[in-house]
C-alpha cells in the first residue's frame, strides 16, 4: 500500500510536516544552546541544531551542502569545541553571565536584524530559486576545484592554524600561584 502524499487526519503534505518538525527542532537546540549552563550539554545541543539544519538542506535538494554541514560543522567544528572545553576543565557557566548585562545592547540589534531580514526577503525577486536539485553536485564541483581552487586552499590553511592554535591555547600551562599573596 503505497504512502499518500499528505498526512491523513492533518491534511497537511508530508515534507511540510518534516520541515516544521527539522525547523522546530533546530529553534529548540538553538535555544538551548544559549539558555543552558553547562557547557557540554550546550556543545551538544548545537551539534542538534547543526544535524537540524543539514537535514532542511536536504530537503531543499542540496545534498552537497547538507554533506558539508554535517563533516565540517558536526564532524570538525562542534567537536573541536567540546574537546576544547573538556580540556580546559571550565564546564559551569557563571552564576551571571557576562552577556546578562548586554540585554538591552543585543535586544536593539536583534530587532534591527529582524528589520533589515525582512526588508531584504521584501526586496527580493524569488522566480526560480529555491527549485530542488538546481545546482547538481558535479556542476559545483567542477566550479570549486576548476575556478575556486586557490581561495578553497586557503580556508584549510585558515582553519588548520585555527586548530593548532584553539590545541595550543587549551594545552598551555597555567601559571602556579604565587607565594607573594600571603
Known amino acids: 500500500m503505497p504512502i499518500p502524499d499528505t ?16 525547523s522546530g527542532t533546530m529553534l529548540l537546540a538553538a535555544l538551548l544552546v544559549v539558555t543552558m549552563r553547562d557547557i557540554i550539554r550546550c556543545g551538544l ?4 541544531c547543526f544535524g537540524a539544519l543539514a537535514g532542511i538542506y536536504v530537503m531543499a535538494g542540496a545534498p552537497l551542502v547538507a554533506a558539508a554541514q554535517v563533516l565540517v560543522y558536526i564532524g570538525a567544528i562542534s567537536v573541536l569545541i ?5 580540556l580546559t576543565q571550565t564546564k559551569d557557566a557563571p552564576s551571571r553571565l557576562v552577556f546578562q548585562t548586554q540585554a538591552v545592547p543585543a ?5 534591527l536584524l529582524v528589520v533589515v531580514m525582512i526588508l531584504t526577503l521584501g526586496a527580493t525577486q524569488w522566480s526560480g530559486i529555491g527549485q530542488p536539485g538546481a545546482a547538481k553536485t558535479p556542476d559545483l564541483a ?11 586552499e ?16 587549551a594545552k598551555r600551562d597555567r601559571p602556579a600561584p604565587s607565594d607573594d599573596a600571603q
Not at 497537511?12 to 516544521?20: K, Q
Not at 567540546?82 to 573538556?86: D, K, Q, R, V
Not at 535586544?107 to 530587532?111: M, Y
Open 154 to 169: 586557503i580556508v584549510g590553511v585558515l582553519l588548520l592554524a585555527a586548530v593548532i592554535g584553539g590545541v595550543f591555547l
Open 45 to 48: 545541543a548545537m551539534m542538534v
Open 107 to 111: 535586544a536593539i540589534a536583534a530587532v
Open 82 to 86: 567540546l574537546f576544547a572545553i573538556m
Open 142 to 152: 567542477k566550479e570549486l576545484f576548476n575556478n575556486w581552487v586557490l581561495p578553497f
Open 7 to 22: 498526512i491523513p487526519i492533518l491534511g497537511i503534505s508530508w515534507n511540510d510536516a518534516l520541515f516544521v518538525l527539522l
